[in-house]
């Protein structure tokens, strides 16, 4: 298994452009996560798709973020218009949810690190 | 709301040695699941070992172990043997449903 894959694995851009982030889940895990890490806030769970469906988006930090999952394969984050303190490694997690208990392991991609001057 | 606390920022062991890295947690839940992730260099999150509450027998995983005490939610992780390519970030994890909570690291080095 190629385990969850990003795109880009760096992106640099300036503020008020549009940056989309990518990512393919481990094929057969129907649930998907959206991190960003930074050295101030640590790691934080911006949104969580089950099923392709977002089931909590309340970490995401504000109407500049969106996240879609189209499909079973495919996600993307998108932050319009980005501004510098934007800057953070992203990284996407997805896991198989087990009937009858709470969760499963979560694997996370190698994370995309955006640079917003 | 849900807290995980890594009381060590910087952690260092000698080569071959043992070390501990503690970690606690707060919930009111009962059934829920503990992880610990390491973190190298290459900043990829790389799972090392998960608990699951309801479970009372210690996770190991070859030179990996918890001491997992539910009752005092406490869950360190124990690296025994430590080889250089342990050096890296580790970071304790609580996850219940859509609830996933990460403190915030321990930095580990491994001194040759």
């Known amino acids: 298994d190629a385990g969850v894959i990003q795109s880009p694995r760096h992106e640099v851009t300036e503020m008020g452009q549009e940056v989309t982030l990518r990512c393919k889940p481990i094929s057969g895990h129907n649930s998907l996560f959206w991190y960003r890490q930074t050295m101030m806030r640590g790691l934080e769970l911006l949104i969580y798709f089950n099923n392709n469906v977002p089931i909590d988006d309340s970490g995401m930090p504000e109407d500049r973020f969106s996240a879609k999952m189209p499909n079973a394969s495919f996600s993307t984050l998108k932050i319009q218009p980005s501004e510098p303190r934007d800057s953070a490694v992203y990284f996407c997690a997805s896991r198989t949810r087990t009937s009858g208990r709470s969760t499963d392991t979560q694997y996370f991609g190698p994370g995309t690190r955006l640079t917003v001057l | 709301a849900q807290t995980v606390t890594q009381s060590q920022p910087e952690m260092s062991v000698q080569e071959a040695e043992t070390v501990t890295l503690s970690c606690t947690y707060d919930t009111s839940e009962s059934d829920y699941y503990l992880f610990w992730y390491k973190q190298p260099p290459s900043r990829q999150m790389i799972l090392v070992i998960r608990?699951?509450?309801?479970?009372?027998q210690n996770a190991t995983e070859n030179r990996f172990s918890v001491n997992f005490q539910k009752a005092a939610k406490s869950f360190s992780l124990k690296i025994s043997d430590s080889q250089l390519g342990d050096a890296a970030m580790y970071f304790c994890a609580y996850n219940r449903a859509r609830d996933m909570r990460f403190g915030a690291g321990t930095r580990l080095t491994v001194k040759p």
């Open positions: 608990q699951e509450a309801y479970k009372q």
